[in-house]
Nanobody, 120 residues
Framework: QGQLVESGGGLVQPGGSLTLSCVLSGEPMNIYTMGWFRQAPGKEREFMVAIAVNGGTTKYHEDRFTISRDNAQNTVYLQINALKPADTAVYYC????????????????WGQGTQVTVSS
């Protein structure tokens, strides 16, 4: 069974940047599409971006979010630039055998989430 662990969240001032990391253990990551979701207080979980095994990605409607992966390290990253208070949420990574899917039910493994708080 695979296990995902996110890290890199924290308190950031508006305009700042963060890079979130997520490590998959127990299985090779190079067979999964990796995705990032977030859930803000009082809102539903939102699909952000995904990256396929070959490096192809989906696009979020804002270009402040960049996903990347290092299959050798079993790690996927989410870089967030120009952070806004509206980006405050718990960020989750997930692994799916379905290429570049945005459907949460297609993701088999989920991390526990990492809190990102954007505030001055």
């Amino acid at each position: 069974q695979g296990q995902l662990v996110e890290s890199g969240g924290g308190l950031v001032q508006p305009g700042g940047s963060l890079t979130l990391s997520c490590v998959l253990s127990g299985e090779p990551m190079n067979i999964y599409t990796m995705g990032w979701f977030r859930q803000a207080p009082g809102k539903e979980r939102e699909f952000m971006v995904a990256i396929a095994v070959n490096g192809g990605t989906t696009k979020y409607h804002e270009d402040r979010f960049t996903i990347s992966r290092d299959n050798a390290q079993n790690t996927v990253y989410l870089q967030i630039n120009a952070l806004k208070p509206a980006d405050t949420a718990v960020y989750y990574c997930a692994a799916s055998p379905v290429t570049l899917t945005s459907v949460p039910d297609n993701y088999h493994y989920w991390g526990q989430g990492t809190q990102v708080t954007v505030s001055s």
